[in-house]
């Protein structure tokens, strides 16, 4: 008998950013957006690897191994007040000392664990995810109590274990509607690290965004996207199989509006798509839909047709070019249907199941 089908709802919130360089000291100006919210990117997409030999954590407890620091590396997250600000419901590192700008990590990492027990090895891998609105895994432990971007691993047994990441992902920069042009500086690098439990360091770590001063630029050069800000899939079936295709909308099109006219530029529109860690699936183009519970009912993919060329496009921030817009033009248009495909988890669940994403365009 089939079960009454879950009903499935999934919201986007559509934001906007403007074109950025690398930050680092003495470097170029970080160009930004004149407005609120996600306003420019303080570097492109980075890739970095780094591995480290931890030590077991204690009682077997969950322990973030893999996590960002943005402070002195003797330092815990517990100093994470002084340096936090929040901007809409994400949170971010102050990035002047007006608190009008902020830098918000969106980052996925794969930890390839292993670790032998006499003369038997053995391995497994993490998958975990760092934004504005916190970090998990596909293990779904929560974050450490207290702290931003500590995405808690299980623990495996009291010896060593290798630890093998790689990470890709940018730095975002969001304001609050009143930043200027001007300067300030970076008290600390912005970077992720291998923590080992029972080692006062140092530990394995990569720099995304160095400490020192930086130079900010506002022009005025600024998009608006329109796209369904709800997609309602409707009652489906309970009884799916794990991965089945359930059903597919295609409500309209994604329209991506630009004007500039003081100091006009040339610039690649980019549409990028992030979700809060509690929708992440371990899958870069999966967004989970959860029950009350955080349960995965089903999951969603999301796809553009650009020109005529279906194009699906990853939740982990990656930009997908979809234009330009040349110094010589004062406006550029561009409208793609978008098509929302809904899969099936094949768990069982009844009920409401729902997610959420974030698009933003981002000019570079």
Not at 62 to 77: E, I, K, L, Q, W
Not at 135 to 145: C, H, K, V
Request: charged fraction near 10%.
């Amino acid at each position: 008998m089939t079960e009454k089908a879950l009903v499935c709802a999934y919201g986007l919130m559509s934001t906007i950013a403007l074109i950025g360089y690398q930050s680092t000291a003495n470097a170029a100006p970080i160009i930004i957006q004149n407005g609120r919210g996600l306003v420019g990117v303080a570097n492109e997409v980075f890739s970095t690897s780094l591995m480290n030999v931890t030590s077991d954590y204690d009682d077997f407890l969950p322990y973030a191994y893999v996590h960002m620091t943005f402070y002195d590396d003797g330092s815990n997250c517990g100093v994470e007040g002084n340096y936090l600000m929040e901007i809409d419901g994400v949170k971010g590192i102050k990035l002047n000392a007006e608190k009008t700008l902020m830098l918000v990590p969106e980052v996925i990492f794969t930890d390839n664990r292993s670790w032998t027990i006499g003369t038997t090895p053995y391995a497994n891998t993490i998958v975990g995810q760092m934004n504005g609105y916190g970090a998990n895994t596909n293990e779904n432990l929560g974050s450490e109590a207290g702290c931003m971007w500590y995405p808690l691993q299980s623990t495996l047994y009291n010896g060593f274990v290798t630890h093998e990441v790689s990470a890709t992902g940018r730095v975002l920069i969001y304001g609050t509607g009143t930043q200027q042009s001007g300067t300030g500086y970076l008290d600390y690098p912005f970077k992720i690290m291998i923590r080992d439990p029972r080692s006062a360091g140092g530990y394995s770590s990569s720099n995304l965004i160095p400490a020192g001063g930086y130079s900010v630029v506002v022009s005025d050069l600024g998009c608006t996207l329109t796209t369904p800000t709800v997609i309602d899939f409707g009652p489906q079936s309970a009884n799916a199989t794990n991965g089945q295709l359930l059903t597919t909308k295609s409500d309209g099109n994604l329209t991506v509006n630009c004007q500039q006219n003081t100091n006009p530029m040339s610039a690649t529109l980019s549409l990028s798509a992030g979700i809060n860690p509690i929708y992440f699936s371990g899958d870069n183009y999966q967004a989970n839909l959860i029950n009350s519970e955080n349960n995965a009912g089903a999951y969603v993919t999301m796809s553009l047709n650009i020109n005529g060329t279906p194009t699906n496009i990853p939740f982990n921030r990656t930009p997908i070019d979809i234009g330009t817009i040349d110094a010589s033009n004062s406006s550029a248009t561009f409208s793609y249907p978008i098509t929302y495909s809904l899969y099936s988890r094949g768990t069982g669940i009844t009920g409401k199941v729902k997610g959420s994403a974030e698009l933003s365009i981002v000019l570079r």
